[in-house]
């Protein structure tokens, strides 16, 4: 089923113990677009980039069925820029630079073609313009999932807490659940986070896993132990593509199936932390995500 | 089948955001025995205490099948005291009082009775006891399971690496087995730790699970998100309890089989940390752990 993606395309830089890049592709939007397209070949792309950005990588999303009919080339302006270096644990970044450039008055148009499109992601961005999409939209999508972080929680709460009311998703980290609702406990966090609109909210716990609650339900998805973490930029945004893709393809939104989704999201951002960017993404096989896939039902299966 | 089990029998004194306790029942070997005796009546302990020690708690264990011949009580001495305080996120707390008294000669006699135990179960001690208990035995145990703490790395680091190669599972939180390992990553640390002679691994990791190694298979177990965690003092204890306790009840020693058991070792934990010290485990009824493993099996399944 048809899905809108919204979010940044962009520049990243990135530093890890590993090794470093020159400018690549990042942005939360190309994240989840990439990943969606695994799943459904009816994606919708709403961005911004300067006339900087590649062609080569908006003619991959191009040929894996991603429409970027809503993607704006600002000719003469430049891309979003971030740039940034992991500690050696990975669990913490000191930004280097964030250049806003064409971001800095992002107005998200949405093409005629993309009304009625029954899934909507809303990639990490200001909460104002998460809200605008929402609200160009003719007719509510079937599903909202809104992923933010806690820099909105510092600089625009008011406007972050209207939108969270208008979505039915929230993903975010463990400290952000815990900034957004005051509570220590996860699980009292969950309610708190539940009462402020989302029926459902996803708690990414990184190299922990991911808990999904709805109503005093819970999931319990692990995270891959891997030999080596490369590089976890964009695992949260692959891992919302992962999702809301599964969702996509299958058409359904029960919560049973919201669990399945929540393994497929996992699968795919353990790709993702496996190379720089988006390099091991772009030419993920079938195969390898099936046995991806098979490794997550091992890990996880008892038989009490 | 018999299950031996050695460790501390101690008072505690814990203070958490919760309240504070005066001196209550605390130490591995009383976690371990309370536990295990939920799963088989052929427990035996090995520990030493003053005759400061209630006789209520023995006497609780021995009504529970736990034979308590090997429990050496010193006339005129005091019991092994340990007192702390958590911080407000649970996950560190500062030791206000280490008082080894009874424990600072103890001598692990293993009665005659107690020979032949086909399970062992080594709580926190020091490696140098744990190894004299193990040559004490007149056959080795079908299975030896050692848990131990970053402590002992650092004082007493080549006696626990003799005491390690002796066993056959080995349970540690994360960060110990990164210290151990000086490996960060858990993969790698888990292979590294095998190659020091336990065939099985488990990292325990909290409210985040725990892991299970052996060769290149690995199992996550979750943890069960709770609303509050009044007083984790003792959980790591009564994880290994209860995973002995499955164990040596199943009699089954299998990969597949200790899988379950990390699932019944993670259940037990849960109500472990609902109250203060033991008191939540010594009136826990089949229904309620039958219960909890249900709610176990709900959290972590799907259906890919």
């Known amino acids: 089923m048809s899905l809108l993606v919204v979010g940044s395309v962009a520049f990243d830089a990135i530093e890890t113990p590993f090794g470093k890049t020159d400018k690549i592709v990042g942005g939360a939007a190309s994240y989840i677009a990439l990943c969606s397209s695994y799943f459904t070949k009816s994606v919708n792309l709403v961005a911004v980039v300067g006339d900087d950005f590649p062609n080569e990588f908006v003619n991959h999303l191009n040929t894996n069925g991603v429409n970027t009919e809503g993607l704006q080339v600002k000719a003469g302006e430049k891309s979003f820029f971030w740039s940034g270096k992991y500690h050696n644990d990975m669990n913490s970044r000191d930004t280097i630079t964030t250049e806003l450039n064409v971001l ?8 005629a073609s993309y009304q009625n499109c029954e ?5 990490n961005l200001t909460p104002k313009i998460q809200q605008t999409v929402i609200e160009r939209l003719t007719n509510r999508p079937k599903l909202i999932v809104m992923d933010t972080m806690n820099f909105w929680m510092e600089i625009a709460m008011n406007d972050l ?14 400290e952000e659940a815990r900034q957004l609702s005051g509570e220590y406990s996860l699980v009292k966090a969950a309610a708190k986070i539940q009462a402020m ?14 808990l999904l609650f709805h109503g005093k339900e819970m999931f ?4 891959l132990p891997l030999e080596e973490v490369f590089d976890p930029t964009g695992a949260g945004d692959t891992f919302a593509g992962g999702f809301i893709g599964y969702l996509a393809k299958t058409g359904d939104i029960s919560f049973e199936n919201m669990k ?3 393994i497929y999201g996992s699968a795919m951002a353990s790709f993702c932390v496996e190379r720089f960017g988006t390099e091991r ?10 046995n991806r896939i098979a490794e997550f039902k091992k890990l996880s299966a ?3």
């Open 104 to 111: 800095a008055d992002f107005d998200p148009i949405i093409p």
């Open 119 to 123: 899934y909507l992601m809303l990639g």
């Open 161 to 174: 807490l209207a939108t969270i009311k208008m979505v039915d998703v929230l993903t975010i980290n463990d």
């Open 197 to 210: 609109g989302p029926k459902y909210l996803i708690i990414k716990k990184g190299e922990h896993g991911a």
């Open 220 to 223: 319990y998805a692990p995270a």
């Open 260 to 262: 399945n989704a929540v």
């Open 281 to 290: 993404l772009v030419n993920l096989t079938e195969t390898e995500l099936n």
């Open 302 to 304: 008892f038989n009490v």
